[in-house]
């Protein structure tokens, strides 16, 4: 089954401990990208990456980092949490940019920032 | 900037109605839109797309229609069904190369039956 997954669903932590959530993908895809999503805001794009090695900033990008060392993950790291990046958090991938037809989300990380 | 926004937050219909959801856009530099539907406790799921260079697209049971002229697309169900109830938001994207799109904050759009 065609998939993008993202772990946790949900996360609860304190200001300043550093974590990750993980962003996997089967279906071969080159494009992925992270949004948040907050109430009154709709999706903000955080971070997108074209291919391996190839990533870039969107929208929103302060306070976060990502990588793409390999085509199926896509971790977002906060280094250092703050109140404000309580959100949902949703990771997607499509074939290549302008495939949106071909785009998968994940089901979101519900991350609430102490 | 760019601003995408949608006219309605909350559009109830009858099921059987067709629906139609709007959403405005600001950069006429803008030439690719989508429209996704997202379910309660789900991640949003890609409806369809329509580039600049079109008017009107088709898929099934929904129609997208877009107007550069007044810088407006719609989104239209026919025969709309409970399981339509979501809320749908619209994104622009292209701009002048950029590849980060901007996203409608959502219409409800709450089914009776």
């Known amino acids: 089954e065609a998939q993008v997954t993202q772990n946790p669903r949900y996360l609860i932590t304190v200001t300043g401990k550093k974590l990750t959530v993980t962003c996997s993908q089967n279906?071969?895809?080159?494009?992925m990208s992270w949004y948040r999503q907050d109430p009154g805001l709709g999706l903000r794009q955080i971070y997108y990456?074209?291919?391996?090695?190839?990533?870039d900033k969107g929208d929103v990008p302060e306070g976060y980092k990502v990588s793409r060392k390999e085509k199926r993950n896509f971790p977002l790291i906060l280094e250092s949490p703050s109140p404000n990046q309580t959100s949902l958090y949703f990771c997607?991938?499509?074939?290549?940019?302008?495939?949106?037809?071909?785009?998968?989300f994940g089901p979101g990380t519900r991350l609430t920032v102490l | 900037g760019e601003s995408v926004g949608l006219h309605l937050p909350t559009l109830s219909v009858q099921e059987g109605d067709n629906s139609i959801i709007n959403c405005a856009y600001s950069?006429?530099?803008?030439?690719?839109f989508i429209w996704y539907k997202q379910e309660s406790g789900k991640g949003p799921q890609f409806i369809i797309d329509?580039?600049?260079?079109?008017d009107k697209r088709q898929g099934q049971r929904v129609t997208v229609l877009l107007n550069k002229t007044v810088k407006h697309l719609s989104l239209q169900i026919a025969a709309t069904q409970p399981g339509d109830s979501a809320v749908y938001f619209c994104?622009?994207?292209?701009?002048?190369?950029?590849?980060?799109?901007?996203f409608g904050r959502g219409t409800s759009l709450i089914v009776h039956p």
């Open positions: 997607a991938s499509s074939l290549n940019w302008w495939s949106t037809d071909t785009q998968y």
């Open positions: 279906m071969n895809h080159e494009y």
């Open positions: 990456s074209m291919n391996v090695e190839v990533t």
């Open positions: 950069n006429s530099a803008s030439d690719y």
């Open positions: 329509i580039r600049s260079n079109m």
């Open positions: 994104a622009a994207t292209g701009k002048g190369g950029s590849y980060i799109p901007t």
